[in-house]
């Protein structure tokens, strides 16, 4: 049976049920219009899905019972209890048909012309004398309960009659519930209820790992009296034990759903990127019944349709190159799932090209992300985890599919957030496979319990690489650079992170916090993304399963915690956030800046976003987003070359123009600080005279300003503060540098950029344009609306959500209402994440502000998306 | 407003009572001392009083928050009211008691230097907080009773717990 016609069963069962009791209601209060209309309603449903999923006989007797309740309805016809024991019977008659089929079988043959020729008699007001019995549900069921009689007897003989009955009740239910199986052994419940549940049983178990620990540290101390504890404890204990486990594997089971669930988008999928590549592509999917928590599934779905279009888009060549290779036209991809331990593992496989790590490796170095020195130490399994890192695409071309810049460093974001890792093989000319591990369930995780200072956090487990106690041995040697602490570690440098320093964890007696980082000697080394890095505690304790708790709303804007809980011998500590860690202490910055993770989000819902803050020129600081910055250099003065009356310096192999961020920056010292704004493959550098810090906060404007490169002043960080505008920069660069790039390109294609504030309106154009787009603005939904009436055209729309007047969604719904903007792709943005409101609304993707990569990406694929259909 | 004990009946409803407090007429008030001045919350908001509990601090938290505190295996966020008040700290050695109050849907713990008794009081005695009173405690008291042998201030329990705060987020 599929699943549409075993929901229609269920649900009809539930309907007949209800109509049941409505016709009994109604029999008592003859004029109970509302009832009349349920009842009405009830079996117009039936009628209506019967017809559409091709059930003559039921589809017949419910539309002669509709016939009545019409007139009824109407007031054509009174109630009497004549009139409801023919609905009845309709509703008896219906039951039987949809026993039968809940059991598999199809409708079964039968004629029900006496029936329906009572019913439609009774529609127009005539008796007729009735031959149909006003029968009991179980009557006109072909399978009487016998079976269950004739089991009976045997028990029969040595029990007391009231017991027989009491036998053969639950008898007779079987053999009933054998008739009406697919009807009965599903309930619907709401997710709610799961998710309590889960939450329930994950407490039980933590109490019952305390439990444990109790038991064992009573034990020791006191060898006679722990005896006696444990031994008359041992026993229910370990039964608590093994039931808490089966009880929690049983309430995971309730949140399971088959993998497939995420997967029966992939072959359309599949079947468009075919026809749109060019290539032929056959799609293997294997453990489709895999399960895992529903949680898991949802976050796992876009992850896993951005690595089938990487592997349909880079992994597999086209039919002629295949041909050539000697392999068969038609590529493979093979999208497999399977139960590991308490993981999934699921892999996606292609046929196709593989990864060239000598190719990766040349272009990892033309973007700066590796010296070619440390590129000849690496492994070729190192080199292509380089398409994990930010901003890293393999295609040479830039392609409609794969998009720009978009890769899978988001894929490895996604998945890490989830707890998963992600991983690559790949052998060329042979294909490629990517790994994803991920938990089952996201409710208990297991972490690494750490501390100094005398107090604990915990570190997820799955961000930890190693521990190491530096000097232990010759290759793992504590150093400073620049007085920042480094570890020599098998000869490659892990930045170092104090974590007394970074959670200030001073106390009265040691206010400077001086001698508990004495004490911190050990190194637990974090993977943050693509980077790693090591944070130095003064204690390592366990590792401990946890229940991760969501920190209370007053706490919850400090960024170094992503959750609190209770550990098994009842405190309660925070659980650090390595991401968090990263970026409190700089790294970020040091390296490549993730500006593409989640919580980057310079429009955090708090409203406060991370900002740089740099001196440039005289007068007040001046800050600009950090999410618009890729890099901050110091470029060695020497390196600074005139052309013209321009500065330029080389940057990972190209010449990048250098534009002073105030005309009174000046070229002083040995090294020049330049803040790099990039796009693709495109950089400029603004120099400044000093980067000083990077804070979050409120952006305010308060007083705006006239002098172009500036919005106006904002207090920032407790100082009058010059807001950048960095949009004014790359314009100018673009204009002077970029030209040739643009006009190269093919059509020019036209977005509307709907968006109030000027502030983000600013930011947008200039990234749009320098990526070849034609733009015009309107600062409300309504002067856009103006704009399609006055009958301009464009090729996308691109809408703020959170707008005074009409908000993005209805805007939205507008457009989408008619018109010759009505099929037009529609990407929203917004601070907030309601990508569900947004796409009901018309959308055709939803964006976090400032995800200038993700927004172009989308773009051309909602483009190309819209030129295919 | 100096009405004396007889004529409180005849008094209209003060401004800071709820409708629901009205209909009740008698309401309890959980009395606490908080840096020698007592103040009240209504009691029906208390889920819990605890003597003898372990805070954890927790780093980079606003000073107003003590910490975190185990209550049964819930993570509750304690607020130290003496600094909420801006009162002085208290002096060392002193073991606060956690008084746990339900907000929205979460519950927080206030932290108090005692919690004495519940007084059954008609909450349309509440007076307006005079306006010499300070400003923290005009920010966060709902009303004053006039006690027979000194003042009660009604602790905003919502405002206490960083409603505002909340509301903004």
Not at chain 1, 373 to 386: A, G, K, Q, V
Not at chain 1, 509 to 532: F, M
Request: charged share 25%; hydrophobic share 45%.
């Amino acid at each position: 049976m599929d699943d549409l016609l075993a929901d229609f069963v269920t649900e009809t069962l539930e309907s007949l049920s209800e109509l049941d009791l409505a016709l009994v209601r109604l029999e008592k209060a003859p004029d109970d219009q509302p009832t009349i209309s349920l009842i009405f309603r009830l079996i117009h449903t039936i009628k209506g899905t019967c017809g559409f999923l091709g059930l003559p006989r039921l589809e017949k007797v419910a539309h002669a019972g509709e016939t009545v309740l019409d007139k009824l309805r109407t007031k054509a016809l009174r109630v009497d209890s004549h009139c409801i024991g023919l609905v009845l019977t309709a509703a008896d008659r219906m039951r039987m048909i949809i026993d039968t089929l809940s059991r598999g079988l199809d409708e079964p043959a039968g004629d029900d012309g006496e029936l329906i020729h009572a019913l439609n008699e009774l529609a127009e007001g005539r008796v007729v004398a009735t031959v149909v019995p006003v029968a009991t549900a179980a009557a006109p069921a072909p399978a009487a309960p016998e079976p269950a009689r004739s089991a009976a007897p045997a028990t029969a003989a040595i029990v007391p009659p009231e017991a027989v009955a009491k036998l053969v009740v639950p008898d007779q239910v079987d053999a009933h519930g054998e008739q009406q199986s697919r009807g009965q052994t599903t309930i619907r419940v709401g997710v709610e209820v799961l998710e309590n549940l889960m939450g329930l049983v994950s407490e039980l178990v933590l109490t019952r790992n305390q439990l444990l620990q109790i038991l064992r540290t009573t034990g020791r101390p006191d060898q006679s009296a722990g005896d006696a504890a444990e031994g008359s404890l041992a026993t229910p204990m370990q039964r608590l034990s093994q039931l808490t486990t089966d009880l929690q594997e049983g309430v995971m089971k309730t949140r399971m759903q088959p993998i497939g669930n995420a997967w029966n988008t992939v072959p359309r999928l599949v079947r468009d990127l075919a026809h749109d590549l060019g290539k032929k592509i056959e799609l293997v999917t294997i453990g489709a019944d895999t399960e895992l928590d529903r949680q898991v599934l949802e976050l796992i779905k876009d992850p896993l349709t951005h690595m089938i279009r990487n592997s349909a888009d880079h992994g597999l060549e086209t039919p002629v190159e295949r041909r050539r290779a000697g392999k068969p036209e038609t590529g493979q991809i093979t999208l497999a799932a399977r139960h590991e331990g308490g993981h999934v593992v699921i892999e996606i496989r292609d046929d196709g090209r593989g990864l060239d790590p000598v190719k990766l490796g040349a272009r990892a170095m033309t973007q700066g992300l590796v010296t070619e020195e440390r590129l000849r130490r690496m492994s070729e399994d190192e080199i292509r985890r380089f398409i994990f890192h930010a901003g890293f695409s393999t295609a040479a071309a830039i392609t409609s599919v794969s998009g720009r810049g978009v890769g899978m460093d988001v894929v490895r974001s996604n998945i890490e957030q989830i707890n998963g890792t992600v991983d690559i093989e790949s052998k060329v000319g042979q294909g490629s496979q990517f790994l994803i591990k991920i938990p089952l369930t996201l409710a208990i995780v297991s972490a690494l319990v750490i501390g100094s200072a005398g107090e604990r956090f915990a570190i997820p487990q799955i961000s930890v690489v190693e521990i190491v106690l530096p000097g232990a041995q010759p290759d793992m040697v504590l150093d400073t650079i620049d007085g920042a602490p480094v570890l020599r570690l098998r000869n490659r440098l892990l930045p170092l992170v104090s974590l007394t320093r970074t959670l200030r964890l001073h106390t009265e007696a040691d206010p400077s916090g001086d001698a508990a980082c004495l004490a911190e000697k050990v190194v637990v080394v974090l993977t943050v993304g693509s980077q790693r890095l090591g944070l130095i505690v003064e204690h390592v304790f366990d590792t401990e399963e946890i229940v991760v708790k969501p920190v209370a709303p007053v706490i919850r804007n400090i960024p170094l915690f992503c959750g609190n809980t209770i550990l098994g011998d009842g405190a309660v500590i925070m659980i650090l956030d390595p991401l968090g860690i990263a970026r409190a202490s700089g790294l970020g910055m040091a390296t490549e800046i993730r500006s593409r993770s989640a919580d980057t989000g310079i429009a955090a819902s708090d409203g406060r976003s991370d900002l740089l803050l740099v001196r440039a020129g005289p007068g007040a600081q001046k800050a600009l987003p950090l999410a618009l910055i890729a890099r901050l250099e110091m470029v060695p003065r020497a390196r600074i070359e005139a052309t013209g009356s321009r500065l330029v310096t080389q940057y990972r192999g190209a010449l990048m123009p250098l534009v002073a961020l105030d005309p009174a920056v000046g070229l002083s010292g040995e090294h020049q600080p330049v803040l790099v704004l990039s796009d693709g493959d495109q950089h400029i550098g603004l120099m400044v005279d000093d980067i000083l810090d990077v804070v979050r906060d409120r952006l305010d404007v308060e007083i705006s300003s006239d002098e172009p490169g500036l919005f106006g002043t904002a207090i920032i960080d407790g100082h009058a503060t010059d807001v950048v505008d960095a949009g004014h920069f790359l314009t100018r660069a673009s204009q002077n540098w970029f030209r040739q790039v643009a006009a190269a390109g093919p059509v020019r294609r036209r977005v509307l950029v709907v968006e109030d504030s000027d502030f983000f309106r600013h930011l947008l154009v200039p990234s749009l344009s320098a990526a070849g787009y034609d733009v015009t603005t309107a600062n409300d939904a309504e002067n856009a609306l103006a704009l399609r009436d006055s009958g301009e055209l464009f090729d996308a729309i691109i809408s703020d959500i959170e707008m005074p007047g009409m908000d993005g969604n209805s805007f939205a719904r507008k457009v989408r209402e008619g018109g010759p903007w009505s099929k037009l792709p529609m990407v929203a943005l917004s601070g907030k994440d309601d990508a569900k409101a947004g796409r009901e609304a018309g959308f055709t993707d939803y964006i976090r502000k400032f995800e200038r990569e993700t927004l172009l990406a989308s773009l051309e694929q909602c483009l190309a998306q819209h030129v295919a259909a | 407003m100096n009405a004396s004990a007889s004529t409180v009946a005849a008094r209209p409803p003060a401004r800071n009572a709820t409708p629901a407090a009205l209909k009740e007429r008698e309401q309890g008030f959980l009395t606490l001392l908080v840096d020698g001045q007592l103040c009240g919350v209504p009691v029906l908001s208390v889920r819990d009083v605890i003597a003898e509990t372990v805070v954890t601090r927790i780093p980079l938290a606003p000073p107003e928050i003590a910490g975190n505190i185990n209550l049964r295996g819930k993570i509750v966020t304690a607020i130290d009211l003496r600094r909420r008040l801006s009162l002085r700290p208290a002096p060392a050695g002193r073991h606060p008691v956690a008084v746990v109050a339900e907000f929205g849907a979460g519950s927080y713990a206030l932290l108090v230097d005692q919690a004495l008794e519940v007084l059954t009081l008609d909450p349309a005695d509440i007076e307006p907080p005079p306006p010499t009173l300070g400003a923290v405690w005009i920010e966060f008291s709902a009303g004053i009773f006039r006690l027979p042998d000194r003042l009660m201030v009604v602790l905003d329990i919502g405002r206490l717990l960083f409603a505002d705060q909340e509301a903004k987020a």
